[in-house]
């Protein structure tokens, strides 16, 4: 199955042009996200199967592993393809216990941005998202010096990541903003307010843990339903929904399982009827 010609398409910054449906690079990394995968081998298939699949925006981070993403990105795909879009954050620190740190001051979003590039193999970083904003930082000194980078040419596009409309109104002032990425799903929706800032100044938004990791609580029965009607698993039906939502979602769904990726893409050629989509959008 061949996502191309069966997902519609995003212009990130009104000019570079994505399919919606695109892959969240977390999962080929170790157990909890920390250290190499137990099979290399086989996160770069995944990769390959994820191009061949005519996926075309890849989403990673320097945190997951950290590192051993966005170098499995590069061993399996460059030369990257002409039309792929490789995204990836900064501003989180892993440790070995797994903890989360926010990191936020320009000096270390540099220091970043030069490390994912070599990681990466390039010279201009597609899309470069804030992880997370840094309550020891000034918002605007980080998101400023991400457009510093911008203009220097380490970083063509700039996004956000976990941030409030408040935020977002902030980072404008400063910056063209492409994107931004916030945990939001069928089953959680506390960021509606920002999807529909993003819908209002055509910003994408990228829904992060899309999936509820398959736990869909007390939406599964009306999910489970739709989901019988069109052959398909809740999963399916969830990333149908995400994609028919708001025109500016680019769900991520993320697999260490080629069954699991092919399974993801076959979602983007499903259409809920209006009766569907607003069921599911009442839950």
């Not at 740190?101 to 270390?108: L, V």
Request: aromatic share 6%; glycine share 8%; with cysteine.
């Amino acid at each position: 199955m061949s996502l191309r010609n069966r997902s519609d398409t995003f212009e990130l910054d009104g000019e570079t042009t994505i399919h919606r449906l695109g892959y969240g690079a977390m999962r080929i990394t170790g157990e909890d996200i920390i250290g190499r995968p137990d099979d290399e081998e086989n996160a770069r298939q995944v990769l390959h199967e994820t191009i061949a699949a005519g996926v075309d925006f890849i989403d990673t981070a320097d945190s997951y592993g950290p590192g051993v993403s966005e170098r499995l990105i590069r061993e399996a795909l460059a030369p990257y393809p002409e039309d792929l879009v490789v995204a990836t954050k900064g501003g989180l620190l892993r440790n070995t216990d797994g903890d989360w740190k926010p990191r936020g001051d320009p000096d270390y979003l540099r220091n970043a941005v030069l490390a994912s590039r070599d990681r990466l193999g390039v010279e201009t970083i597609d899309l470069y998202q804030f992880h997370r904003p840094d309550p020891e930082t000034p918002f605007e000194d980080s998101v400023h010096a991400l457009a510093e980078m911008q203009d220097e040419g380490l970083i063509r596009h700039v996004g956000l990541s976990n941030v409030s409309v408040e935020q977002l109104e902030t980072a404008r002032d400063i910056v063209d903003v492409a994107t931004v990425q916030n945990q939001y799903n069928i089953a959680n929706r506390e960021d509606e307010d920002v999807l529909q800032a993003c819908e209002e100044y055509d910003i994408g938004f990228i829904p992060w843990f899309p999936l509820a990791a398959g736990d869909l609580g007390e939406t599964g029965a009306v999910i489970d339903d739709v989901a019988a009607t069109h052959d398909a698993t809740r999963q399916q039906i969830a990333l149908a929904w995400l994609l028919q939502h708001s025109p500016v979602t680019l769900p991520i769904p993320g697999t260490s399982s080629v069954g699991h990726l092919k399974e993801n893409v076959e979602a983007a050629s499903i259409e809920l009827t209006d009766d569907e989509l607003g069921r599911l959008s009442d839950l």
